[in-house]
């Protein structure tokens, strides 16, 4: 799992293939595991990748896997970009090349992060795939805390003496209630 040190383009015949920043970017992701293409993959990111002591990390596309997509998305590009500066600092790698105003994508960042830390790779995914924003704030209490609650407070309780929280659907509108001036569609109108 260690970066790739040796040089595998070779510089002549990549300036005479790559004219344009999209023809360089293909050239150089079919080697290495890059973000998708787009504003923050500029001309002298991508040049820098092609040189042999290359001063941003540089992982082998078959290094890498892809993370599972979940329901939601469970995380936020700044955040996920924090990780991933500190996960490489941590590890002694070298950075990313990103700053927080040129933030790659976050499929990117997690594989990465997965890259340099396999240990957290079971957090990342679970955190990925989970569906906590739907849960409201006092399931998560629920759940994390094991709170216990007083069968008499829930709505369709069979203690005989919990207090009503309110009536039977039937009892709310009764038959009697409604409005006896109502016409139907089938009844003819004088």
């Given at each position: 799992m260690e970066e790739q040190p040796n040089n595998v383009f070779q510089?002549?015949?990549?300036?005479?293939?790559?004219?344009?920043?999209?023809?360089?970017?293909?050239?150089?992701?079919?080697?290495?595991?890059?973000?998708?293409f787009g504003p923050v993959m500029s001309q002298e990111y991508l040049a820098e990748l092609i040189k042999p002591e290359c001063r941003y990390l540089k992982v082998l596309r078959s290094q890498t896997n892809t993370v599972p997509k979940g329901e939601k998305r469970n995380w936020s590009s700044v955040g996920a970009f924090n990780l991933l500066v500190k996960t490489l600092q941590e590890?002694?790698?070298?950075?990313?090349?990103?700053?927080h105003f040129a933030i790659p994508n976050i499929d990117w960042m997690l594989r990465i992060i997965i890259w340099a830390d396999?240990?957290?790779?079971?957090?990342?995914?679970?955190?990925?795939?989970?569906?906590?924003?739907?849960?409201?704030?006092?399931?998560?209490?629920?759940?994390?805390?094991?709170?216990?609650?007083?069968?008499?407070?829930?709505?369709?309780?069979?203690?005989?003496?919990?207090?009503?929280?309110?009536?039977?659907?039937?009892?709310r509108r009764s038959p009697a209630a409604r409005s006896p001036t109502r016409t139907t569609a089938s009844s003819p109108t004088t």
């Open positions: 510089l002549k015949e990549l300036s005479s293939k790559a004219s344009t920043r999209k023809k360089l970017y293909r050239i150089v992701q079919k080697v290495y595991d890059l973000p998708n590890k002694g790698k070298k950075p990313c090349g990103f700053t396999p240990s957290v790779k079971e957090q990342i995914i679970d955190r990925t795939t989970s569906n906590k924003r739907t849960q409201s704030t006092r399931q998560k209490e629920i759940e994390s805390q094991q709170v216990a609650v007083d069968p008499k407070y829930l709505p369709l309780s069979t203690d005989p003496n919990a207090p009503k929280a309110w009536p039977p659907c039937s009892a």
